[in-house]
């Protein structure tokens, strides 16, 4: 595909009602479509490991309903965890990179990011997850432009600040701050040369037009995302979202493929709520466009894949040998 090609196949212009309509396909057509559009612009055998670390554990201020990190809700039982040491996140970094990810994510439970002795320590933090040759991504709230540069400057390759959903639905989950307050952040971040990490999570109540809603607003951006992460609820006691049901993994599966076909380019990320996915699931979300997964037994404060069946689900990946027995 040329480069005119791919800028035309890249559209900033979608409508709720096509993205509605491309998610109701039969779902067959749905994965094939989203495949082909995948093929079209990535190797489908190149699939990230990323690793995901909470260097400050809990008492956010924000009130997100599905968040157990929210300082709100005070039936959730968390431990809560000071600002970790600089040596401590890059001997995590370490281990993961040994472990195959060459994407390390570090987040901060704060609702915006301050100036001062924590903030440096972040700054060193992704100059030495750099200096060991990792993709360094961090999610510190909401930040300014100025702390942008500095992140920019640090090294920082892309910062996580999701959407979590449509505008419409936004109120409904949280309260403590609007869409404007992300989109600001977003915008920092851009200004700032820095990739976007932006994504949402599906299976909070909302319509299938509000995840129409965040898909539209994700490819309104100029250029797109280069991260999309697709979460699906993990609900947690002790949350207002702690009760609902986890979403059918074939709805999760539209998802993706929908997230694919809207924002061709981007690296679509299977990120909280797949331990919940059996194996084939999972393949079946790489089959219709994801080529990221966060690798390790934690997201944050959520349980996730375990590292050895994460080995098993790469090992069935990868290319097989059965030649001998055929020639036996």
């Known amino acids: 595909m040329t480069h005119q090609a791919v800028d035309s196949f890249i559209r900033h212009d979608w409508t709720p009602e ?42 956010c201020p924000e009130n997100c309903s599905y ?46 990011a301050r100036d001062g002795a924590e903030f440096d320590s972040v700054l060193d933090m992704v100059r030495g997850v750099r200096a060991l040759g990792m993709e360094a991504c961090v999610t510190l709230g909401m930040l300014n432009g100025a702390q942008a540069s500095r992140l920019k400057q640090a090294g920082l390759t892309a910062y996580n600040h ?40 599906v299976g909070m109540g909302e319509s299938v037009a ?46 993706i493929a929908t997230t694919r076909i809207v924002l061709p380019a ?4 299977l990120s909280a709520g797949r331990s919940t996915l059996n194996r084939e699931a999972q393949i079946l979300c790489m089959v219709a466009g994801a080529n990221s997964i966060f690798y390790g037994e934690a997201l944050l404060t959520t349980p996730n894949v375990t590292e050895n069946e994460d080995d098993a689900l790469f090992s069935a990946l990868s290319p097989q040998s059965h030649a001998e027995e055929a020639m036996g």
């Not at 067959?28 to 479509?33: G, S």
């Not at 989203?34 to 995901?52: G, I, P």
């Not at 947690?236 to 979202?241: I, K, N, S, Y």
Request: hydrophobic share 40%; net charge negative; aromatic share 6%.
């Open 266 to 269: 981007s690296r679509v990320r």
């Open 210 to 255: 509000d995840r129409a809603g965040l898909l539209q607003v994700l490819a309104s951006f100029t250029p797109h995302p280069e991260s999309v992460p697709i979460n699906a609820l993990v609900p947690v006691a002790g949350t207002p979202l702690g009760e609902r049901e986890r979403i059918d993994p074939l709805d999760f599966v539209r998802m």
């Open 67 to 112: 968040c157990p990190q929210s300082a709100h809700h005070k039936e959730v039982h968390l431990d809560r965890v000071d600002m970790m040491k600089t040596e401590e996140v890059l001997s995590v970094a370490a281990r993961a990179k040994a472990a195959g990810a060459d994407r390390f994510c570090m987040g901060a439970a704060w609702r915006n």
């Open 18 to 59: 096509e993205i509605i309509a491309i998610y109701d396909l039969p779902l067959l057509d749905l994965i094939a479509r989203a495949n082909a559009v995948h093929r079209e612009f990535h190797d489908v055998n190149d699939v990230q490991k990323a690793s995901l670390l909470s260097i400050k554990t809990g008492g």
């Open 162 to 201: 999701n959407l979590d959903t449509g505008p419409d639905y936004y109120k409904s989950i949280v309260t403590t701050r609007n869409y404007e307050d992300r989109l600001d952040t977003l915008k920092a971040v851009r200004g700032a040369g820095i990739e976007m990490c932006c994504g949402g999570i």
